[in-house]
């Protein structure tokens, strides 16, 4: 499927043509720089750890008034000077007024990408310094080893004068301890069993 669907789609795509896109393709892709990335699509593991952290954090106390965390929907980073989208893994973000608008990274709190040996390159290099130029003040790399476990939590934060991430802390003793926008703790095994 992916080698039929990156012939048939542009190298380059604008906002507008995006939107154009039938659903099950545009849920195929995503867009930096305006340049087409065709998303492989991951392991039940994979997916089972974002559900279950996104479920998790729902039921968690929140330090902000009111709070939305979902999985795998369209994050717009920016569209200057060309258009940027990301898809992370579970997102937490400020409700929005609007019933069925989607969050852009101004209301992004929180992203997480759940992470491989074979995408830990472009999790720890690309999306997060995309998501720190964006301004999303929080951003979890949850770690899987080979046998699809939780290895570890990166937690990095914002340092919104240099906008890059900083390592805020290394979760690696089977708990994650949120204490920002989501408080609480969450077990690495509750994740993945």
């Known amino acids: 499927m992916t080698t039929q669907l990156s012939d048939h789609l542009p190298h380059e795509m604008t906002e507008e043509q995006y939107r154009r896109l039938p659903e099950d393709i545009a849920r195929e892709i995503e867009v930096v720089h305006g340049h087409v990335i065709v998303c492989e699509s991951p392991v039940p593991e994979h997916n089972r750890a974002a559900r279950r952290l996104a479920s998790v954090m729902k039921q968690l106390p929140s330090t902000e008034p009111c709070i939305r965390v979902e999985t795998d929907i369209d994050v717009v980073l920016w569209r200057v000077p ?14 929005l007024p609007e019933r069925g608008a989607k969050p852009e990274a101004g209301d992004a709190l929180i992203v ?3 992470t491989s040996p074979s995408t830990a390159a472009e999790d720890l290099l690309d999306k997060k310094a995309q998501y720190a130029r964006a301004g999303i003040p929080l951003y979890l790399v949850v770690g899987l080893d080979t046998k699809y476990d939780i290895e570890e939590v990166r937690e990095f934060r914002l340092d919104a004068h240099a906008a890059e991430y900083r390592l805020h802390s290394l979760h690696r003793d089977g708990f994650l301890r949120l204490e920002h926008v989501v408080v609480g703790d969450i077990g690495f095994a509750d994740l993945i069993r």
């Open 112 to 114: 997480v990408e759940v």
């Open 82 to 95: 060309k258009f940027t989208f990301r898809r992370p893994d579970v997102i937490v973000y400020r409700c």
